[in-house]
């Protein structure tokens, strides 16, 4: 089926316009160009600001004057990750899109629903002649997915919205009301390296679901990071002298490939011991990880390698770091309060960094797990960084908007939805700080497997999210 021939088509056709535009985080000016030109062809109000969140404003339809003017909000950024065996260039290709029954997809790469669906429903609202609405304010960030600066860079003032709708959930039967917050904890030393040859181990990890490290993070899904330090600590007592480390990728994704190579004592009876344990991992794994693939290899290796003492430091300060859920919520049922996620360990030439996103909706648990990681991480002789810290979103369960979510979704699909918070980064938080009192809240369709090249949309979710986007807008509550 072609993508433009899908309801409503309105979104797809934006959705492919977007999708033909590289707009990797953090290298977004593409993307923000498009979408400047985009509002100034419709007439409407357009600026960018300083940081590069582009605003897009249009006035109330007739009749609707008297409802609360509401921000309709979406990021422009997307997560780029891709299949070692495909080639594509973030930067430069537009991402390939296909269908498989009732899902959108695309080849080999992360498909950009996450928040494409949400940015291309705005811009379909903002195109409608005939879509009863408020006064609409179109805020689209960027820089989402890797450090929320676009969130951060707003400034207070810019809006005049007293309702936010931010349309970045990914369950067409859930309405967000709180989110975790997150920081970056990253651990980083310089060893001697001494060029070096022999024969030693290479092992690469691959073929791991991977996915959103607040989303999936409870899931028991294989973190590659963490199947490689066992590996690597199995070597710790044999004179172990690591070369080269390139494992894992951005803070926000759960690992699903990484290799190693290094040097040790008697590589072949490491290499049974290496087998045994896969083995184990890949029974561990078996109904979860079908596609887990690990190559075990002795090799003739050179290279730059770093002594057996600042290898077994290293590899079991890696060891004893935290990854996973930390603590469930008391109060919120099956609802993750605080985790970690090893994100990616890397070391060459001497330099090793070990990259974590800690999250938590409770700020001084998000702190806990960060310093038991800075604690790990220094008594193996590391220095710590804290950086790219980010508030969570404070529940509000009596919103007048909620109400209004609840009741439009009831009548429409004859049961309750789900409320709750969810563990993953949402830009409420942020936005709320300059803005005390706006009313907030989160929804958006099915979206499985963010963050990886598994990602996918349910179509017909989309126009379920759709047509309760559009009756939401008409039961907006009068000033």
């Known amino acids: 089926m072609d993508i433009l021939n899908m309801e409503p088509k309105s979104i797809w056709k934006n959705f492919s316009s977007l999708n033909a535009i590289p707009r990797p985080s953090k290298k977004e000016g593409k993307i923000?160009?498009?979408?400047?030109?985009?509002?100034?062809?419709?007439?409407?109000?357009?600026?960018?600001?300083?940081?590069?969140?582009?605003?897009?404003?249009?006035?109330?339809?007739?009749?609707?004057?008297?409802?609360?003017?509401?921000?309709?909000?979406s990021h422009l950024d997307m997560v780029c990750q891709k299949n070692n065996d495909v080639d594509f260039d973030f930067d430069k290709d537009g991402i390939q899109t296909y269908v498989d029954g009732d899902w959108l997809k695309a080849k080999g790469t992360t498909l950009g629903a996450d928040n494409g669906i949400g940015v291309s429903s705005i811009m379909s609202i903002l195109q409608s002649n005939d879509i009863p609405h408020p006064q609409l304010e179109a805020l689209f960030t960027i820089d989402e997915e890797t450090?929320?600066?676009?969130?951060?860079?707003?400034?207070?003032?810019?809006?005049?919205?007293?309702?936010?709708?931010?349309?970045?959930?990914?369950?067409?039967?859930?309405?967000?009301?709180?989110?975790?917050?997150?920081?970056?904890?990253t651990g980083i030393v310089q060893y001697i390296a001494e060029e070096t040859s022999g024969k030693g181990i290479k092992i690469e990890i691959k073929g791991l679901q991977g996915g959103h490290s607040g989303i999936n993070i409870h899931e028991g899904r294989g973190?590659?990071?963490?199947?490689?330090?066992?590996?690597?600590?199995?070597?710790?007592?044999?004179?172990?002298?690591?070369?080269?480390?390139?494992?894992?990728?951005l803070r926000?994704?759960?690992?699903?490939?990484?290799?190693?190579?290094?040097?040790?004592?008697?590589?072949?009876?490491?290499?049974?011991?290496?087998?045994?344990?896969?083995?184990?991992?890949?029974?561990?794994?078996?109904?979860?990880?079908?596609?887990?693939?690990?190559?075990?290899?002795?090799?003739d290796?050179?290279?730059?390698?770093?002594?057996?003492?600042?290898?077994?430091?290293?590899?079991?300060?890696?060891?004893?770091?935290?990854?996973?859920?930390?603590?469930?919520?008391?109060?919120?049922?099956?609802?993750?309060?605080?985790?970690?996620?090893?994100?990616?360990?890397?070391?060459?030439?001497?330099?090793?960094?070990?990259?974590?996103?800690?999250?938590?909706?409770?700020?001084?648990?998000?702190?806990?797990?960060?310093?038991?990681?800075k604690a790990c991480f220094e008594t193996a002789g590391m220095d710590v960084e804290f950086t790219g810290g980010y508030p969570g979103w404070q529940p509000d369960p009596h919103s007048d908007i909620l109400e209004v979510l609840v009741k439009v979704y009831t009548e429409r699909f004859g049961e309750a939805p789900g409320v709750s918070a969810c563990h993953a980064g949402l830009?409420?938080?942020?936005?709320?700080?300059?803005?005390?009192?706006?009313?907030?809240?989160s929804f958006g369709p099915t979206i499985?497997?963010?963050?990886?090249?598994?990602?996918?949309?349910?179509?017909?979710?989309?126009?379920?999210?759709?047509?309760?986007?559009?009756?939401?807008?008409?039961?907006?509550?009068?000033?």
């Open 32 to 73: 923000i160009a498009f979408m400047k030109q985009f509002g100034e062809s419709l007439g409407l109000e357009t600026s960018v600001d300083e940081t590069g969140n582009v605003l897009i404003k249009k006035p109330a339809t007739p009749g609707m004057e008297d409802r609360k003017p509401v921000v309709l909000q």
């Open 147 to 185: 450090g929320m600066t676009g969130a951060f860079g707003l400034k207070a003032g810019e809006l005049s919205g007293k309702i936010l709708l931010n349309l970045d959930s990914e369950e067409d039967d859930e309405i967000t009301i709180g989110c975790a917050g997150g920081l970056d904890v």
């Open 223 to 249: 973190n590659a990071n963490v199947l490689l330090r066992r590996f690597l600590y199995l070597g710790v007592n044999d004179n172990i002298r690591l070369i080269e480390i390139n494992a894992g990728g």
């Open 252 to 299: 926000n994704a759960i690992p699903r490939e990484a290799l190693a190579s290094f040097l040790i004592d008697d590589p072949d009876t490491y290499l049974k011991k290496a087998e045994e344990l896969k083995s184990d991992i890949l029974n561990e794994f078996k109904s979860i990880e079908k596609d887990l693939n690990i190559n075990i290899s002795v090799s």
């Open 301 to 373: 290796l050179s290279g730059d390698a770093i002594s057996t003492e600042d290898s077994a430091r290293f590899i079991r300060g890696l060891k004893a770091a935290h990854n996973g859920v930390y603590r469930m919520s008391p109060d919120v049922e099956d609802l993750v309060e605080a985790s970690n996620n090893i994100a990616r360990v890397e070391l060459k030439n001497g330099l090793a960094r070990i990259l974590n996103l800690s999250r938590s909706s409770v700020e001084s648990t998000k702190m806990d797990v960060a310093n038991q990681l």
């Open 427 to 441: 830009e409420c938080g942020i936005i709320g700080s300059n803005y005390p009192g706006m009313e907030m809240i």
């Open 448 to 479: 499985i497997g963010a963050h990886s090249p598994e990602e996918r949309v349910n179509i017909p979710s989309v126009q379920k999210f759709w047509g309760y986007l559009l009756e939401i807008l008409k039961e907006i509550p009068k000033k």
